[in-house]
């Protein structure tokens, strides 16, 4: 059964730092691609980063330098490391798995079939 359970999400200061996990079950992450997403109240869901099958991690403008995801292969676990949060970066955070995934990653709605359940960041400012 595939699952994704996320963690890490909560309130932080603007500037601050935050790890966001992502554990997968049910398949390994070097079979799968994963994404991140986010989403606030009103909007439509943007994702913004990924990470291959292989390993190889692409970055939005929005977070690019900002932002970066990590796994641990040995934990089957995603992370997203975030710094310097600004209060724009408040949303509720997905992750989501495309096992159909070859060489590269996306970051689109449709070529993601698991997702997480979603951990919610605020920023204070």
């Known amino acids: 059964q595939v699952q994704l359970v996320q963690s890490g999400g909560g309130l932080v200061p603007a500037g601050g730092p935050l790890r966001l996990s992502c554990a997968a079950s049910g398949f390994t992450l070097d079979r799968a691609a994963i994404a991140w997403f986010r989403q606030v109240p009103g909007r439509d869901r943007e994702g913004f980063a990924c990470?291959?099958?292989?390993?190889?991690?692409y970055y939005a403008d929005s977070v690019k330098d900002r932002f970066t995801i990590s796994r641990d292969e040995a934990k089957n676990t995603v992370y997203l490391h975030m710094n310097g949060l600004k209060p724009e970066d408040a949303a509720v955070y997905y992750c989501?798995?495309?096992?159909?995934?070859?060489?590269?990653?996306?970051?689109?709605?449709?070529?993601?079939?698991?997702w997480g359940r979603g951990t919610r960041v605020t920023v204070s400012s």
């Open positions: 990470i291959s099958r292989h390993g190889t991690t």
């Open positions: 989501a798995a495309d096992l159909e995934s070859d060489a590269g990653c996306s970051w689109e709605d449709y070529e993601h079939e698991y």
